[in-house]
């Protein structure tokens, strides 16, 4: 099992580009998350998916798109990038509700920085 | 919402030397996660506290959940390099969602 695969792993854009992040598990997880990782402030989350077709906002949702058109895959789109999204970004699954409380297990992150 | 406040923020010891990292949480704990992240990697699941009380051990850390206090500690004895890295505190939400604690930073010096 690869577990949280993420692609790609850098990324430099300039100001008003766009691109999208791909998040694959081969877990079957039900859920799946994206966080981004800011110096002193931890991992907020952007927007999470609790299944095939379903996404809803996290916690940091503004500048961000996704879409879970696979069980699989959850993919996060910058639609214009800007420079307050330079950041390093998690991707997470975890098991649906089944009694109990179910760890996340996350990707390797994807560095990206706006120029 | 509820928050989670870790201290320190970053910590230097000496190899061998032990050391705690506090979370503390501004509403009741009902279950509390612990991860580590090695620089330029993604989130490793250490252990998870689900009662107040409650006392895990993961090598040479253990984490312990006191609900009175809204607060979990991790201790680390005789650290070693491999324990250089980011320790957060989280708990979980709705949907599995989980809220970090801005982390903490440990340096290990040989």
């Known amino acids: 099992n690869a577990g949280v695969t993420q692609t790609p792993k850098f990324r430099v854009l300039k100001t008003g580009q766009s691109m999208t992040l791909l998040c694959a598990q081969d877990?079957?997880?039900?859920?799946m998350y994206w966080y981004r990782q800011d110096p002193g402030m931890g991992l907020r989350l952007i927007h999470y998916?609790?299944?095939?077709?379903?996404?809803a906002k996290g916690e940091v949702p503004d500048g961000y798109n996704v879409s879970r058109l696979k069980k699989q895959n959850f993919l996060l789109g910058l639609e214009s990038a800007a420079p307050s999204q330079t950041s390093v970004y998690f991707c997470a699954s975890r098991p649906g509700t089944s009694g109990g409380l179910n760890e996340q297990f996350f990707g390797p992150g994807t560095r990206l920085t706006v120029l | 919402s509820q928050e989670l406040e870790q201290s320190p923020q970053s910590l230097i010891v000496q190899e061998g030397k032990n050391l705690t990292i506090n979370c503390t949480s501004s509403?009741?704990?009902?279950?509390l996660y612990w991860y580590k992240q090695k620089y330029g990697e993604g989130l490793i699941f250490l252990m998870m506290l689900q009662k107040g009380g409650e006392e895990k051990s993961h090598e040479k850390i253990t984490a312990k959940l006191d609900e009175k206090k809204q607060q979990s500690s991790l201790h680390i004895t005789a650290s070693q390099p491999s324990h250089a890295g980011i320790y957060l505190c989280g708990v979980g939400t709705s949907y599995g969602k989980l809220t970090f604690g801005q982390g903490t930073i440990l340096t290990v010096h040989p």
């Open positions: 998916s609790v299944g095939e077709g379903t996404t």
């Open positions: 509403k009741t704990l009902y279950g």
């Open positions: 877990m079957n997880h039900e859920y």
